[in-house]
């Protein structure tokens, strides 16, 4: 929650949602929209931290904005996300459309601005309307993204699809074939804009390469920084005042440095720096959110500019990206890719600029400091705290921070996982340092939150690309409360007079869609051979593909993954398939010289 009165060193609060934050929008005085990258719309409350659902399955939302009693939402559509391999002259293809041709992709492709009427004081959506279509975009950033009214006009951010027209990669560059697919061919590199209620859009300034979070200021100035991707030589970032019908160069000119040409708008500010993701503008000045590259911080930064340019004051050195930036009581809220909002007094920070990364450090100190152990103990120190996992490595050096990081959670309940994620069995939360760490002298730390479901496994650790494929330099993996739920449902289970279905080394018991293994007493070698699991379904049609030869599913295991102790019993739990099942064989199996031997084995066949 928010205090009344803000600390003297400027940090007022951090509000934890979790999630990948990407856009905010003030309801009213005390609550805010917030939507993510997983498709939600959030209602958040500053003073008492509650927090509601109010939309669910949207595609990337990236700007928000409220105007008489609607919020609007700018989104990917059905931008398919690329694979980005040039093939030959045939140019960029999709992964789910290999075989289309460039064209045929495109009029597949859209992003959008939509509305919805907000319900009394509830702050719920209802009326889903489409105000912007045909879109091009062929990725999920150059596409529609900020959006900002100025209490008659909504004004929206689109950016220039540089994957099909862009120096050195023409692939498409004749208008009349855009045109024949059905997009708006006028809605490239722009700021456009429209008035409710009849949403008629017009081209309000053009030549911006990709502008994410945009805000006007007092004297009705749009202010966006203009997002040039990788810092490579010859390229730069801008802070822009985007004024009715001017135009800001790109592609010739502006973030690529070539020479003023006639009608080109001059930026406000080159940025020192990359990957600029908002701008806010108030009285004092414009807020703009980079990673900064002029070697005063190696981390994202909230830099305040001066109307007439010139070098600006930092504000904030940031963990992670700062995504949105929304003011309310002389206080700046930052929403963050990491899935908090910072709150903090932009006055005090001035000073004495805030570094986010010290609030953490204190936050993991207190935990080590309690008495916490590491959960992992490897290259890097992994510690478990209040929803959130804690990487440590001391003493660290820059090479430490290159590899990324993969992140495997497993959940008690896989209906729990994102429908595309239920194949593999485990959602997957891969990051980078650069998203999630920081450093601290001779210190590398990190923090990714985890999902708000119940975790049974989190295997984590880093690799690296190599030329015969991905290798770990470190790994390891920590069960949850897996055992304990099942400890308790498994009680529950032989309490109501439940039976195994199968007696034998391990004592094999069936609960609701799942397979308990139940041995006592136990020694770590029970632990040691993998379990063979054979699923015959009543109709062999149910089997994938590739195992209609065998007339059975192979649903093996070892322990390590699916298994627990607890004192001198071992148990073990296996999620069965959604199909309906005639018959289990189960058991444990070693390998020796000779081939394979069953330790133990049982079968048991379903009542029809």
Same mark, same amino acid.
Request: glycine residues 10%; hydrophobic residues 35%.
């Given at each position: 929650?928010?205090?009344?009165?803000?600390?003297?060193?400027?940090?007022?609060?951090?509000?934890?949602?979790?999630?990948?934050?990407?856009?905010?929008?003030?309801?009213?005085?005390?609550?805010?929209?917030?939507?993510?990258?997983?498709?939600?719309?959030?209602?958040?409350?500053?003073?008492?931290?509650?927090?509601?659902?109010?939309?669910?399955?949207?595609?990337?939302?990236?700007?928000?904005?409220?105007?008489?009693?609607?919020?609007?939402?700018?989104?990917?559509?059905?931008?398919?996300?690329?694979?980005?391999?040039?093939?030959?002259?045939?140019?960029?293809?999709?992964?789910?459309?290999?075989?289309?041709?460039?064209?045929?992709?495109?009029?597949?492709?859209?992003?959008?601005?939509?509305?919805?009427?907000?319900?009394?004081?509830?702050?719920?959506?209802?009326?889903?309307?489409? %105000?912007?279509?045909?879109?091009?975009?062929?990725?999920?950033?150059?596409?529609?993204?900020?959006?900002?009214?100025?209490?008659?006009?909504?004004?929206?951010? @689109?950016?220039?699809?540089?994957?099909?027209?862009?120096?050195?990669?023409?692939?498409?560059?004749?208008?009349?074939?855009?045109?024949?697919?059905?997009?708006?061919?006028?809605?490239?590199?722009?700021?456009?804009?429209?008035?409710?209620?009849?949403?008629?859009?017009?081209?309000?300034?053009?030549?911006?390469?990709?502008?994410?979070?945009?805000?006007?200021?007092?004297?009705?100035?749009?202010?966006?920084?203009?997002?040039?991707?990788?810092?490579?030589?010859?390229?730069?970032?801008?802070?822009?005042?985007?004024?009715?019908?001017?135009?800001?160069?790109?592609? @010739?000119?502006?973030?690529?440095?070539?020479?003023?040409?006639?009608?080109?708008?001059?930026? %406000?500010?080159?940025?020192?720096?990359?990957?600029?993701?908002?701008?806010?503008?108030?009285?004092?000045?414009?807020?703009?959110?980079?990673?900064?590259?002029?070697?005063?911080?190696?981390?994202?930064? $909230?830099?305040?500019?001066?109307?007439?340019?010139?070098?600006?004051?930092?504000?904030?050195?940031?963990?992670?990206?700062?995504?949105?930036?929304?003011?309310?009581?002389?206080?700046?809220?930052?929403?963050?890719?990491?899935?908090?909002?910072?709150?903090?007094?932009?006055?005090?920070?001035?000073?004495?600029?805030?570094?986010?990364?010290?609030?953490?450090?204190?936050?993991?100190?207190?935990?080590?400091?309690?008495?916490?152990?590491?959960?992992?103990?490897?290259?890097?120190?992994?510690?478990?705290?209040?929803?959130?996992?804690?990487?440590?490595?001391?003493?660290?050096?820059?090479?430490?921070?290159?590899?990324?990081?993969?992140?495997?959670?497993?959940?008690?309940?896989?209906?729990?996982?994102?429908?595309?994620?239920?194949?593999?069995?485990?959602?997957?939360?891969?990051?980078?340092?650069?998203?999630?760490?920081?450093?601290?002298?001779?210190?590398?730390?990190? $923090?990714?939150?985890?999902?708000?479901?119940?975790?049974?496994? @989190?295997?984590?650790?880093?690799?690296?690309?190599?030329?015969?494929?991905?290798?770990?330099?470190?790994?390891?993996?920590?069960?949850?409360?897996?055992?304990?739920?099942?400890?308790?449902?498994?009680?529950?289970?032989?309490?109501?007079?439940?039976?195994? @279905?199968?007696?034998?080394?391990?004592?094999?018991?069936?609960?609701?869609?799942?397979?308990?293994?139940?041995?006592?007493?136990?020694?770590?070698?029970?632990?040691?051979?993998?379990?063979?699991?054979?699923?015959?379904? %009543?109709?062999?049609?149910?089997?994938?593909?590739?195992?209609?030869?065998?007339?059975?599913?192979?649903?093996?295991?070892?322990?390590?993954?699916?298994?627990?102790?607890?004192?001198?019993?071992?148990?073990? %739990?296996?999620?069965?398939?959604?199909?309906?099942?005639?018959?289990?064989?189960?058991?444990?199996?070693?390998?020796?010289?000779?081939?394979?031997?069953?330790?133990?084995?049982?079968?048991?066949?379903?009542?029809?």
């Amino acid at each position: 929650m928010v205090p009344e009165v803000c600390p003297e060193h400027g940090y007022c609060a951090r509000l934890d949602l979790g999630g990948r934050l990407t856009a905010a929008a003030w309801l009213d005085e005390d609550r805010m929209y917030l939507a993510d990258f997983e498709g939600r719309i959030r209602l958040l409350d500053v003073r008492t931290g509650v927090v509601t659902m109010v939309l669910e399955g949207l595609s990337i939302p990236r700007g928000l904005t409220v105007l008489d009693g609607h919020l609007y939402v700018s989104e990917m559509g059905n931008v398919c996300r690329l694979v980005r391999q040039v093939l030959g002259q045939e140019g960029i293809r999709c992964k789910y459309e290999a075989g289309a041709s460039d064209l045929e992709f495109l009029s597949r492709t859209s992003a959008q601005v939509l509305s919805y009427q907000i319900i009394d004081d509830s702050g719920e959506l209802s009326d889903r309307q489409v %105000v912007v279509d045909r879109i091009m975009a062929w990725d999920p950033t150059h596409a529609p993204n900020g959006l900002a009214n100025d209490g008659e006009y909504v004004y929206v951010s @689109i950016g220039h699809p540089q994957h099909v027209i862009d120096p050195g990669h023409i692939l498409i560059t004749d208008a009349d074939e855009l045109k024949s697919h059905n997009r708006r061919t006028d809605l490239m590199g722009v700021v456009a804009r429209f008035r409710p209620p009849d949403n008629e859009v017009e081209v309000y300034a053009t030549g911006l390469r990709n502008t994410y979070g945009i805000s006007i200021a007092p004297d009705g100035t749009i202010y966006g920084a203009d997002n040039d991707g990788p810092a490579t030589e010859g390229q730069r970032e801008e802070l822009n005042a985007i004024v009715a019908g001017g135009f800001y160069g790109y592609p @010739i000119y502006g973030t690529y440095e070539a020479p003023p040409e006639a009608g080109v708008s001059e930026p %406000v500010a080159v940025l020192e720096g990359k990957a600029s993701t908002f701008a806010h503008a108030n009285p004092d000045g414009i807020y703009v959110a980079y990673l900064a590259l002029d070697g005063s911080s190696d981390g994202f930064v $909230v830099d305040r500019f001066d109307y007439a340019g010139g070098r600006p004051e930092r504000i904030v050195s940031a963990r992670g990206h700062t995504t949105a930036i929304l003011e309310r009581n002389g206080l700046l809220y930052l929403a963050s890719f990491d899935g908090n909002v910072h709150v903090i007094n932009p006055h005090v920070a001035a000073a004495a600029p805030l570094n986010l990364d010290s609030y953490y450090d204190d936050y993991v100190d207190e935990v080590i400091a309690d008495g916490g152990l590491p959960i992992i103990s490897s290259d890097y120190d992994v510690y478990l705290g209040a929803g959130v996992l804690i990487y440590d490595k001391h003493p660290c050096t820059p090479a430490d921070t290159e590899d990324g990081f993969f992140l495997h959670v497993v959940p008690v309940n896989l209906d729990a996982l994102p429908e595309d994620r239920r194949q593999y069995n485990f959602d997957r939360r891969d990051f980078k340092f650069a998203d999630y760490g920081w450093r601290n002298g001779d210190r590398c730390r990190a $923090v990714r939150r985890l999902p708000e479901y119940d975790i049974s496994t @989190i295997r984590t650790g880093q690799s690296v690309r190599e030329e015969s494929g991905w290798r770990s330099i470190w790994e390891g993996q920590y069960h949850l409360n897996f055992g304990s739920y099942y400890d308790d449902y498994l009680d529950e289970v032989i309490a109501d007079g439940g039976l195994p @279905i199968i007696a034998s080394d391990y004592d094999v018991y069936l609960g609701e869609g799942v397979l308990i293994y139940d041995k006592h007493p136990c020694t770590p070698a029970d632990t040691e051979a993998g379990f063979f699991l054979h699923v015959v379904p %009543v109709n062999l049609d149910d089997l994938p593909e590739e195992r209609r030869q065998y007339n059975f599913d192979n649903w093996g295991f070892s322990f390590d993954d699916d298994g627990w102790q607890n004192g001198d019993r071992c148990r073990a %739990v296996r999620r069965l398939p959604e199909y309906d099942i005639s018959t289990i064989r189960t058991g444990q199996t070693v390998r020796e010289e000779s081939g394979w031997r069953n330790i133990w084995e049982g079968e048991y066949r379903f009542e029809r």
